[in-house]
């Protein structure tokens, strides 16, 4: 008998996956939107990983090209230093996208846990993560990433800022998805389920889990766009330790060090990080438009 709930439950999941994959296309093809935010979203992957071998970084300062404009040799101009702008944008793409994508994983896993298994399993035990899960979300969320972010002294791996951002970044789901459970469990499909005697586990995954995933999949989006500008906003301010790769270091150094808001020379050094973030901030938002209609069938025209 469990040979045969594995293979139900193999073949059920391949279905949804497909289903899915094919509504994923059709809204693609049918929402110009939604197609651009998905390209762009493609196109930053693409440079985070092959950009770096396309495309070679040369630290070696060169005075002599200092503050140059946009040309063919330098699409984006060069730094403070002679060093090329473009090869910048790209090798900090690598920390930039690694950290958000972390941090939404991350986030959201702790949220799911923490939340679903609350709302579900109830009695004292949802009373106890509820207490801290208010306490989390009292506590504003920046100042205590700040102050997290500022007592480590050393340079910090993709994983440990992704940590450190999600720490203060999973409660709200969390709230969230607990609302959902406690709602959903009552329902009759689920009281048929424990009748059958069902494990927990197999509830939560097989029968609950497919209601979330509206709710985990939009929040998984916006946890990447929160994490790339609270990534971005502790590198500008000078609180994580000094990665001149980094887009947030960039804009820090630009407008410090080089006082590009009254050096028309620091311009480009400057808009070039920021255009890279808020190009890759409407490529998620126009991928939002997406996943709306994949998870609300009342959303699509076809």
């Keep these: 008998m469990r040979n045969e709930e594995k293979v139900v439950f193999e073949y059920t999941l391949r279905s949804r996956i497909k289903c899915n994959l094919r509504i994923f296309w059709k809204t693609l093809r049918k929402s110009p939107s939604a197609l651009v935010g998905f390209l762009i979203i493609v196109a930053y992957i ?48 690598r920390d930039v996208l690694s950290v958000a994508f972390l941090t939404a994983v991350i986030s959201v896993t702790i949220a799911f846990l923490i939340g679903v298994t609350s709302g579900y399993i109830g009695g ?15 506590i504003p969320g920046i ?26 970044s999973w409660a709200g789901l969390a709230r969230a998805l607990r609302s959902q459970v406690l709602s959903i469990k009552r329902t009759e499909y689920i009281e048929a389920a424990r009748c059958l ?79 890279a973030i808020l190009l890759l901030q409407l490529g998620f938002i126009l991928f939002l438009h997406a996943l709306e209609e994949i998870f609300n069938p009342r959303l699509r025209e076809y």
């Excluded at 004292?124 to 208010?134: G, Q």
Aim: no cysteine; net charge positive.
């Design 46 to 93: 693409f440079m985070a990983t092959l950009g770096p071998i396309i495309i070679k970084y040369d630290p070696t300062p060169k005075l002599s090209k200092r503050f140059l404009p946009p040309s063919f040799e330098h699409p984006l101009g060069t730094d403070y230093a002679g060093r090329d702008t473009l090869a910048q944008i790209v090798y900090g793409s």
């Design 143 to 168: 100042p205590l990433l700040i102050i997290i972010a500022a007592t480590i002294r050393r340079a910090l791996s993709p994983i440990e800022v992704a940590f450190v951002i999600s720490f203060v």
């Design 197 to 275: 005697g069902l494990s927990t586990p197999k509830i939560i995954f097989n029968e609950i889990l497919p209601n979330l995933m509206p709710y985990i999949a939009m929040n998984t989006v916006l946890s990447i766009i929160h994490s790339i500008y609270a990534q971005v906003g502790l590198y500008f301010l000078g609180i994580l330790p000094f990665t001149t790769l980094n887009w947030g270091m960039m804009i820090n150094i630009a407008m410090f060090n080089q006082a590009a808001l009254v050096n028309p020379k620091g311009w480009y050094y400057l808009l070039a990080p920021i255009g």
């Design 124 to 138: 004292k035990l949802d009373a106890a993560v509820s207490m801290v899960i208010d306490v989390f979300l009292t």
